[in-house]
Every structure is written in C-alpha cells, then in structure tokens.
C-alpha cells in the first residue's frame, strides 16, 4: 500500500512577526514605527494577507492527504521525502530558498499579496490550491524545469541554488584565489576581487542582472529553463600578481567554472542565504556548474 501525498506548506516569518518578537507587543511595536514616522497599521495587515492565505491553501489539502509545515529558518534540518508536494506562500525568493533543498518534487508557487510581488516564481492565486494539488501529485499539470547551479568542493561538499552562487570573503574583504573553467585554452588567473557570482536565468532578473549591466561583449543573459549559466567576477583588481583579463563567461552542457582558494577563508553559499555556506580554506577548490536537479514549478 502506497502512502498518500504530503503536502508540505513553506512559509516565512512576517515583519509584523519580526516587530513583535522584537518589542514584544503590537503597541509598543507601533510607538516605535510612529516615532520614525512609520505606521504598524501597513505591515499588519500584510501579515494578516498571508495568515489569510495560509489559511485557504491549508483547507484547499484534500482530507486524506498527510501535512506539514515548515518555516524559512528551518528549511535545512528539514527533510522532503520523494512523494511531497510543496506550496510555498510567500515572495518569489522563498521558491528559491526551498528549490535547494528539493530533489524534482513539484512545486506550487502561492502569492499571498497579487499586485504586490512581481510572481516570477509564486504565479497562482490561494484559491487555485484545490485545483493544482491533484494534478501535481499525479503528474497531471504543466510544469517548467528550471536550471539550477551547483558548487561542489574538492572534498564533495554540495550546494544547491535555483537564483546564483556567490563566492566571497565573508564580510566585506577581499577575496583571493585562482580561477579557471573547463574550455579549453582558458587557463587559470589570480585574482583579488569582491567575489564571484554564477547565476542560473531565474536569477538573471536580480543580483546578476545589475552586475551584468555594462558589460560590453558578455554573452546574453539565459532564460529561465536554458540549460546554460553566466558567471561574472565582482570588482576584479589589478596588480602585479592579480588579473582582470578573466571576468565573466558562460558555462553550458558539462563545463564547470574552477576556483582554488588562495586566502585563509572564503565561503560559498545560494540565494542569500548565509547561514547555509560551504567554508572553503587554502588550497581548498570548489568547481560550479550546471546541476543535474531541477526546480519543478506548477505553471
């Protein structure tokens, strides 16, 4: 006997929620919003939206189905099993902080606030959560692999990312180290620089966009679904043992971009979040490319 579907319910903490944790009531939340010249009244009732809406896709689940919830923070202790179905209410950045941690389950994108988000990512409505669970489940409605990029370190760490990986000192140093990729007569440089980024299409309208803006002979930004990534190096300095000559490409089919630590301590991590990094060290080298796992969007 097979186990019926999961639905797994992703959300995020609210500002109001962040208010209240921090300053304890709502009064004393709004004392401090109005005396900036800020009023609570707007960050309330967006987080009564969403509850709203969290609301409507939990009833939307058909009774038979099992259930879970999991909240941003809590997305990498987390596991997903093969049969879930996964409805992400929220910003179209939640889609992308979950994608890392999925392995093909489909995914339902909810807006919570239409009009509000652009729903690159989160394209359906509360109320369509009845009609879209079914047919996901069986394999029955439209969905759009998106590319995604991985960084794998020489000692077989992993790190998945559906927008971008960045690669950098953390904090606001500078990072140094060896780059080089696949293609053949590249070679490798040495660069000190802000850091590397390596972005999928679905990050092409965010973070790498305005890096990729007045880059003259880069090659296109991909789509969504391309099967192609672009990687562009961030402030690249020139000296004496330092480069600039190898700063943005693009990678297709198996070709990976190569990078060997050459400082005491970068770190790499996806889609923002910090707190899930890789820690690389001297010598240390981590190779980015095209991975072989893709986001399942229900169009």
């Known amino acids: 006997m097979s186990l019926a579907p999961r639905a797994v319910l992703v959300h995020r903490t609210s500002e109001y929620e962040e208010l209240l944790a921090r300053h304890g009531t709502h009064g004393q939340a709004d004392f401090f919003l109005s005396s900036r010249g800020r009023s609570i009244r707007e960050v309330a009732e967006r987080h009564h939206r969403t509850l709203r809406a969290l609301t409507e896709v939990a009833a939307a689940i058909p009774p038979q189905w099992r259930q879970a919830r999991v909240e ?3 997305l990498d202790r987390f596991l997903f099993a093969p049969e879930d179905v996964v409805l992400v209410v929220g910003q179209d950045g939640l889609v992308a902080n979950a994608a890392k941690y999925l392995a093909g389950q489909p995914v339902i994108g909810v807006d919570p606030e239409p009009g509000r988000n652009p729903g690159v990512l989160v394209r359906h409505p509360a109320s369509a959560t009845a009609r879209l669970l079914p047919a996901a489940a069986a394999g029955g409605c439209a969905v759009e692999r998106l590319t995604m990029v991985e960084a794998v370190t020489d000692d077989r760490q ?14 606001h140093q500078t990072a140094r180290y060896r780059i080089g990729s696949d293609t053949p007569g590249t070679g490798t440089e040495a660069q000190a620089s802000s850091g590397v980024l390596v ?21 296109a930004l991909p789509a969504p679904a391309d099967a192609r990534l672009v990687w562009c190096v961030r402030e690249a300095w020139s000296s004496p043992v330092t480069g600039t000559s190898f700063t943005e490409g693009e990678l297709a089919g198996t070709r990976r971009l190569r990078i060997t630590v050459e400082c005491d301590r970068l770190v790499a991590f996806g889609d923002g979040m910090e707190g899930d990094a890789l820690d690389l060290t001297w010598g240390q080298s981590v190779s980015v490319g095209i991975a072989d796992t893709a986001l399942c969007l229900a169009g």
């Open 158 to 171: 992993r790190l998945l990312a559906l927008n971008e990986v960045y690669l950098g000192a953390p904090g």
């Open 72 to 74: 941003r923070a809590d």
């Open 199 to 219: 972005g999928t299409g679905t990050g092409a309208t965010g973070w790498l966009s305005s890096l990729w803006r007045g880059r003259a002979g880069a090659p």
